[in-house]
Nanobody, 129 residues
Framework: RVQLVESGGGSVQAGGSLRLSCAASGDIYMTHCMGWFRQGVGKEREGVASIYTSGGRTYYTDSAKGRFTISQVKANNIVYLQMTSLKSEDTAMYYC??????????????????????WGQGTQVTVSS
């Protein structure tokens, strides 16, 4: 199993930036996909971005394209989510997740939460307008 710890959340004004970090430990060799999800109050959890760790290819949902960047430092087992031009609708709890062992590039791109077997505790992002 993979253990994940997120950090970097906070409060920011609209138009600002934040960088979230996700430190992974444990059975990291079992996953080839890392993702970021978010869940606002009263909303369903939604995917934001993912990275296929074996090749570094990245994927984004429409809400994140052009504003968010997912990256990794494999040597340190850290995945980042750089968020810019933040909007009030970005307010949510952000979760880092590790894909299950069977998840390849195609499934990594789809960002289906059911394909992710390990989850962090979340970090809150609040954007005020």
């Amino acid at each position: 199993r993979v253990q994940l710890v997120e950090s970097g959340g906070g409060s920011v004004q609209a138009g600002g930036s934040l960088r979230l970090s996700c430190a992974a430990s444990g059975d990291i060799y079992m996953t080839h996909c890392m993702g970021w999800f978010r869940q606002g109050v009263g909303k369903e959890r939604e995917g934001v971005a993912s990275i296929y760790t074996s090749g570094g290819r990245t994927y984004y949902t429409d809400s994140a394209k052009g504003r968010f960047t997912i990256s990794q430092v494999k040597a340190n087992n850290i995945v980042y989510l750089q968020m810019t031009s933040l909007k009030s609708e970005d307010t949510a709890m952000y979760y880092c997740a590790a894909g299950a062992w069977y998840v390849g590039g195609g499934q990594c791109a789809q960002l289906e939460s059911s394909d992710f077997s390990s989850w962090g505790q979340g970090t809150q992002v609040t954007v005020s307008s």
